[in-house]
């Protein structure tokens, strides 16, 4: 019976207090019961004691069969949930092995690979001895799928076309190795229904027996004190009263205690009924405590995100701790500042003021600490002179991945800190937390590793490509800049590939200084980068790229590096329907500025790329720089250069940006044939 059952105690009066037999005033202890009763009562004791010590085994056998039972059944019911994991991985590799067009070497290896993971997970858990056999066989019908999709990746692999035949074998393979698997789940079920009757069956048994032994034990005291002594029948009447009402779960009810040898039977038994219910009352906590860290640790472990796990822990923090002010102080990647994420959502927050990870004392030391008393001469500095008042406190340091980041704080009434096992829950909770939060940072820093340029820290080529598809399907319009830096190639050969590595981090920084926080810095090879400006037109494009332009002359000045500039090319996304399209056409632009004479901003259309694209030799020759100031062709750049109307706007370094001046009909040139930008000194 729970220990949170409360019922009417029996009215408990000792020794004088008692109440008379006729109801009026208590009367004066006879002689009778002052006096030692040894030499008449020692086959009672002996009795009690027998009969104490049968209904405590009694007890402690029917738990001890019940933990059994119980622990089959979760047995059973993990063994469950590992083997519909088993049949999902199953699925699977057939609908992987089966696919059309074939699915590739890697997607079949994987699910291969999952499915035996799950098979040996369900060995390995042990559901029940008995069925180790049906295991066996469920995993020898895994391992005859797995096989039929290697011969099936084989046979793609080798560029052939897996037969009708070969597929019909597969899918009949998985659907004995599914009924395999279904079979197992119902054995499962079975024994985890069985485990579950048994458990009940022994708690039944147990409260039956030990209702017999406690009305055994009852009447033989009752039969005994009536031979020995009609002085003894009350007291024996009372205690045997008790004695029924714990034996039916009453855990409240108590013994009146005497000075004779009946009170001091009564005095044992209170103190093994006070044993009893502390020990049910700590066995029903703790069996709560552990399904309720059972179900945090599950929601943490399938949580997506950091702030995903601050929801649980408040959630958690609510169930552990729900009158207390607790609250969870966090440091985010890279930094030592911790920042309240999670308050008791019933207790509130006790806003400790630590504010950096060195200042906490619990992540100094590396372990959990309570504090009784702020005015204790050891304890944390920062207990003291709170605006609420004295108060005592718990602090855990919560790890992630080796290192402390952060703190969970508790605090309660001076004198009267948290319990050792509250402190032990909030130890299990942050454990819990740091190792997902670990989890969570780590795929993050790998997600950022894998879309970012390692010299310049901005993103890299396939960041980028997937940026600009997502807003291609999104329908977002966007301006794309391409820049080069003019005559890197030279930069690098007369000072060296450390200049220019130091040129390409402070153009990079320079970009991401004139950038919204939505738009995207990358770089996507050798010298080149590309812009992206969402939700903006290209008039306001064009403005940025100025002040890009002023900003790069002006921290070049500032760095010590040897002067270089940058040519762009612009195009609006409405110039293409994907990305290869709309990089073509500003990578024209980019060219065109480039054989303008470089540092200058090109506006490119579709007809500049044609044009710009369509007549050029499959292998053009390399390009060489002439004389500074030349472009490669031997052409003196000036502002006075034709600029094909409506296909581009130019500006040179200081020039007003604006709409070029038309080419006569018929005279206009293609640029002259040059490699992609980034090739050679361009």
Known sequence: MSADVVRTPLFVRSGADAPSRNGGAPQEPSRWRRTSLRTRIVLLAALGVVFMVA???????????MRDAGDTATRAAEGRRRNQIAARALDGVREVASRVPPATEAEVDAAISEMEAAGAALAASHPDPNLEPVVDQVRAGDTTVARMATTLR????????????????????????????????????????????????????????????????????????????????????????????????????????????????????????DGTAERMRAMASDSERITQLRIVSEALEIAPDEADVHRIMEHALGMFVPGMPAELLVSSA??????????????????????????????????????????????????????????????VPMASGGAVIGVLH???????????STVEQLVSLASRAGTRVAAIRTLERSRLQAG?????????????????????????????????????????????HEVG?????????????????????????????????????????????????AALAQSVAGSGLPPFTCSFGVASSAMGEDVESILRVADAGLLTAKDEGRDRVVLADGDLASRVFGPRAPSPPPDVD????????????????????????????????????????????PPPTRPHVGSTDA
């Open 501 to 549: 590595d130091r040129a390409l981090k402070l153009f990079a920084e320079v970009l991401s200084e004139n950038v919204r926080g939505h738009d995207i810095v990358a770089r996507i090879g050798g010298e080149e980068f590309v812009l992206v400006y969402p939700e903006t037109d290209l008039e306001r494009a064009m403005e940025v790229i100025e002040r890009i332009r």
């Open 410 to 420: 508790a605090t309660a009434e001076p004198g009267d800190p948290p319990s050792p």
């Open 55 to 65: 209904i405590g085994a009694v007890a402690a056998d029917g738990v001890s069969s």
């Open 334 to 395: 890279g930094s030592t500042a911790l920042h309240q994420m999670v308050k008791n959502p019933n207790g509130g927050a006790p806003n400790c003021p630590v504010g950096d990870l060195g200042d906490c004392v619990a992540i100094r030391w590396g372990r959990a600490v309570t504090w009784e008393h702020p005015d204790a001469l050891n304890t944390c500095p920062l207990m003291r002179d709170r605006p609420s008042g004295p108060r005592s406190a718990a602090c």
């Open 154 to 273: 084989d046979v793609a692999r080798s560029g052939g076309t897996p037969t009708p035949t070969q597929l019909a074998s597969l899918r009949a393979a998985h659907r004995e190795a599914s009924t395999g698997h279904d079979g197992l789940d119902g054995a499962l079920a079975s024994v985890q229904a069985q485990a579950n009757r048994e458990a009940d069956s022994a708690r039944r048994d147990t409260y039956v027996r030990v209702g017999v032994l406690l009305g055994a034990g009852t009447l033989a005291v009752v039969v005994a004190v009536v031979a020995l002594g009609r002085g003894l029948g009350r007291s024996t009447r009372v205690l045997g009263q008790v004695m029924r009402r714990f034996g039916d779960g009453d855990l409240h009810g108590r013994a009146p205690e005497a000075r004779d040898e009946v009170g001091v039977l009564a005095r044992s038994f209170n103190q093994l009924a």
């Open 452 to 496: 970012t340029d390692t010299l310049t820290g901005v993103a890299n080529r396939r960041s980028l490509e997937t940026s600009m598809g997502d807003l291609i399907r999104r329908s977002t319009p966007f301006v794309v800049v391409m820049a080069d830096l003019d005559r890197f190639k030279s930069l690098n050969d007369n000072y060296g």
């Open 626 to 669: 002439g004389p500074e100031g030349e472009d490669p062709a031997g052409h003196q750049p000036t502002s006075e250069q034709p600029i094909v109307a409506g296909s581009l706007f130019s500006a040179g370094a200081g020039e007003d940006l604006s709409p070029g001046v038309s080419e006569p009909a018929g005279l206009w040139a």
